[in-house]
């Protein structure tokens, strides 16, 4: 979190992370389409001729608060190709919470497998605490065939403390579920840490419930 005490503004970091080819890049196009378009910046993609993402796609976006505060938040994603590590650490610094999109072909439990431990990994060298920071989980791809079972993924989320949502990004299912938990649970961490009611006036309920309206106003509420 960044505060800029002069210009009114705080700023939140958001980092979609995971494998290659998971979805990520997917799921910002769809939050993009499915919000209304105030407060909602340009979408920046940086793409290969494969469609593979080379450094990262960034999305921002605006709130105006009834603190009189200014509150951006800033959704990053990471390349997912294990050469461009350096890219992803770089992307996870100073993250205030992580969505990490998992592919739920069962081709793919390892690559996901990877991806987590290089989150963990990337985490610490970036002196965030992975126990601490606000993580959300996606299991993306649900239109596909051979794909680990809902039961199968119920199971094990329930072993973990994350939330754990299930979505197809192409459909622009499960897309706005998945990014309204990431933002509730990242608000409810900011308030611990911060206090930013009793020092600001800001509620840390009032981002979560303008972005869910945002989603509402655009007409698609995030389902098919
Ligand atoms: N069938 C299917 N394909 C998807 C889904 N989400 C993403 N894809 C496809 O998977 C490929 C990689 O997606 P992309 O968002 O670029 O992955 P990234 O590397 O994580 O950013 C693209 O061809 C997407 O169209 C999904 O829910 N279902
Ligand atoms: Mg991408």
Redesign the pocket.
């Known amino acids: 979190m960044q505060l800029d005490f002069k210009a009114r503004e705080l700023t939140v970091k958001l980092v979609y992370y995971?494998?290659?080819?998971?979805?990520?890049?997917?799921?910002l196009?769809a939050i993009h389409r499915l919000l209304s378009p105030e407060g909602r910046g340009r979408l920046m993609t940086l793409?290969t001729r494969d469609?593979?993402?080379l450094f990262f796609?960034l999305l921002p976006l605006s709130f105006a608060t009834d603190s009189g505060l200014t509150v951006r938040i800033k959704l990053f994603?990471v390349?997912?190709q294990v050469i461009h590590n350096s890219t992803r650490k770089l992307v996870l610094q100073g993250a205030d919470g992580v969505a990490f999109?998992a592919d739920s072909q069962v081709q793919e439990v390892r690559a996901n497998q990877a991806s987590f431990k290089d989150l963990r990994r990337n985490l610490k060298e970036n002196g965030l605490d992975p126990s601490k920071l606000p993580l959300v989980i996606q299991y993306?791809?649900?239109?596909?065939p051979n794909i680990r079972s809902e039961e199968d993924i119920m199971r094990m989320a329930s072993k973990g403390k994350e939330p754990t949502y299930l979505?197809?990004?192409?459909?622009g299912t499960g897309v706005a579920e998945t990014f309204l938990g990431l933002v509730e649970l990242t608000w409810d961490h900011l308030e611990r840490e911060h206090h930013l009611k009793e020092r600001f006036g800001l509620d840390h309920t009032e981002v979560t419930k303008d972005l869910q309206s945002r989603f509402e106003a655009a007409g698609e509420g995030g389902g098919a």
């Open positions: 995971g494998p290659a080819l998971s979805g990520k890049t997917t799921n196009q793409e469609d593979r993402t796609d994603t390349p997912g999109i993306n791809k649900r239109d596909l979505a197809t990004a192409t459909h």
